[in-house]
Structures are given as structure tokens and as C-alpha cells.
Nanobody, 114 residues
């Protein structure tokens, strides 16, 4: 059974950076389109970035130019580098396939203070 384990979240001041990791087992990330999602308190879970099996990337407008999604085939891990963080980026961040079909992991909390 596939499992996704997110890590790397924390508390950071506005303008700071964090690097999130998503370690996958039971699924090969390089053969799937993978996405990072986030859910802020009281809001729905939304996609913020994805990387296709061919390596193409796309981002929602609110994070373009600040977030970068990458993957490491050898480590079977997907990353999200987040720079220029804003308070509105505060959320629990999750990874899953693009068009999520796997059981959600616990996520990792990102809190950005103003």
C-alpha cells in the first residue's frame, strides 16, 4: 500500500524560506504526476504545485515565482522549496498524486508569522 510522509514544516517569519519533503513508498514518484496541496484552517484542501511524470511543473498564481517543486528519483521523494513566505501561506501541506488518489498523509504544518 502506498504511503506518503511529509516533513519540513515549521514556524517562520514572513519573507523566510522552508523546504518540504514528501517521502513516498509503494509508488514511484517519477512515474506519476505528483502534487503539493495545502489546507488552511476552515478552508478546503487545494493544489498549489505539481510535477508531471515528464518533469513539467505548474503552480497556482499565488505561489508562482516563490515556490519550486522538484523530485529526487533515487530517493523517491518530492520536494517543495518555499521562498518569500507570506502569512497567507500558513496551512497544513500535503503531497499526493495529481488528481489525488492515494490516502492522505498527516501533512506538515507551515506557519508564517507577520
Amino acid at each position: 500500500q502506498a504511503q506518503l510522509v511529509e516533513s519540513g514544516g515549521g514556524l517562520v517569519q514572513a519573507g523566510g524560506s522552508l523546504s518540504l519533503s514528501c517521502a513516498a513508498s509503494g509508488i514511484t514518484v517519477s512515474l506519476n504526476s505528483m502534487g503539493w496541496y495545502r489546507q488552511a484552517p476552515g478552508k478546503q484542501r487545494d493544489l498549489v504545485a505539481y510535477i508531471s511524470s515528464l518533469g513539467f511543473t505548474n503552480y497556482v498564481d499565488s505561489v508562482k515565482g516563490r515556490f519550486t517543486i522538484t523530485r529526487d528519483t533515487a530517493r523517491n521523494t518530492v520536494y517543495l522549496q518555499m521562498n518569500g513566505l507570506k502569512p497567507e501561506d500558513t496551512a497544513v501541506y500535503y503531497c499526493n498524486t495529481f488528481g489525488p488518489r492515494l490516502e492522505w498523509g498527516a501533512g506538515t504544518q507551515v506557519t508564517v508569522s507577520s
